[in-house]
């Protein structure tokens, strides 16, 4: 059976870092596609960057919301089975839910409904 774990959520000031994890097990393996969304209360949840397969070559295999590039970065453990979210210079807009999905794709889709596995999430709180 199919798990997301996340973990690493928690409070920071404005301009702090996180580092959110993802542990999946069970039929989630290195073929798929994960990426992290995120959701406010009473607001859609959106895409904030995904991580495609390396299975078939070498590419660039990220993807970032605007918001998020040049402050968030994504990493993969394929040998662990582990999806990383790097945040820094963390803004107050930034709180959120923070959910990890996979994908049955090799490259990651930009439709949320295409992710048919999410964690519990993982809660991010940044005050001013």
């Known amino acids: 059976q199919a798990q997301l774990v996340e973990s690493g959520g928690g409070s920071v000031q404005a301009g702090g870092s996180l580092r959110l994890s993802c542990e999946a097990s069970?039929?989630?393996?290195?073929?798929?596609?994960m990426g992290w969304f995120r959701q406010t209360p009473g607001k859609a949840r959106e895409l904030v960057s995904t991580?495609?397969?390396?299975?078939?070559?070498?590419?660039?295999?990220?993807y970032y919301t605007d918001s998020v590039k040049g402050r968030f970065t994504s990493s993969r453990d394929n040998a662990k089975n582990i999806l990383y979210l790097q945040m820094n210079s963390l803004k107050p807009d930034d709180t959120a839910m923070y959910y990890c999905?996979?994908?049955?794709?090799?490259?990651?889709?930009?439709?949320?409904?295409?992710?048919?596995?999410w964690g519990q999430g993982t809660q991010v709180t940044v005050s001013a």
């Open positions: 999905a996979a994908a049955a794709f090799l490259s990651c889709p930009r439709d949320q409904a295409l992710y048919g596995y």
């Open positions: 069970g039929d989630i393996e290195r073929t798929f596609c």
């Open positions: 991580v495609d397969s390396d299975v078939r070559g070498s590419y660039d295999t990220t």
